[in-house]
C-alpha cells in the first residue's frame, strides 16, 4: 500500500467541491496525511477593470478558509492555497508536483457536452497531467463517507 502524506483537494466552490473536502477530509484522516485546500482565481478575473485584483484574491482566502475547520487545521494540518493562472488545470498540477501530493480529489462538475468536446473540463485535464492518482466527485454524492465524519 501506498503511503499517502499529503492530499490536495482543488477546489471552485461549487456545489460538488464541498463533497470533495469531504473526500478529502475523510482521506487525510484515514491515512495521518495533511491536507492541502486549493483554489485557483482565473486570470481573467485579475485584469483590470470594475473589480480590484487584490481585492478579488483576499474574498477566495477568505472563503477558503471559511471551508477549512479548526480540526482540519490541527488535525490535518490544513492549509489554504489560492493562486492565480491562465490554466486552473495547469495550476493544480503544478501545485501537486510543488508540495508532493500523493492523491488529488476534485469535483466533477456537470459542464456542457459542447464546451467539454472543444477543450475538455479542468478535471479532465487534471486527470490526464496529475503527477498521482485524482479522485473526482460529482454532485450529489454517493454515500460512502457519512457526513457526520467531515467534522470530526
Known amino acids: 500500500m501506498i503511503a499517502l502524506k499529503h492530499i490536495l483537494v482543488a477546489t471552485d466552490f ?4 464541498g463533497a470533495a473536502l469531504m473526500y478529502g477530509r475523510a482521506f487525510a484522516r484515514t ?3 495533511s491536507l492541502h485546500v486549493l483554489h485557483v482565481v482565473d486570470n481573467r478575473f485579475m ?6 485584483p487584490h481585492e478579488i484574491k483576499s474574498l ?4 477558503l478558509n471559511a471551508c477549512l475547520s479548526d480540526n482540519d487545521r490541527g488535525i490535518l494540518h490544513a492549509c489554504a492555497i489560492v493562486e492565480t493562472s491562465n490554466t486552473p488545470a495547469q495550476a ?6 510543488s508540495a508532493n501530493i500523493g492523491l488529488i480529489v476534485m469535483a466533477r462538475t456537470g459542464a456542457a457536452r459542447s464546451s467539454k468536446l472543444l477543450v475538455g473540463s479542468v478535471a479532465e485535464r487534471v486527470v490526464r497531467t496529475a503527477p498521482c492518482p485524482v479522485l ?11 457526513p457526520r465524519e467531515s467534522t470530526m
Not at 485584469?47 to 480590484?52: L, P, Q, V
Open 60 to 63: 477566495k482566502v477568505n472563503q
Open 47 to 52: 485584469r483590470s477593470g470594475a473589480s480590484d
Open 31 to 33: 491515512c495521518g496525511a
Open 136 to 146: 473526482t466527485v460529482r454532485h450529489p454524492e454517493r454515500e460512502f463517507v457519512a
Open 14 to 17: 461549487g456545489e460538488a467541491s
Open 92 to 97: 493544480i498540477v503544478d501545485y501537486a508536483k
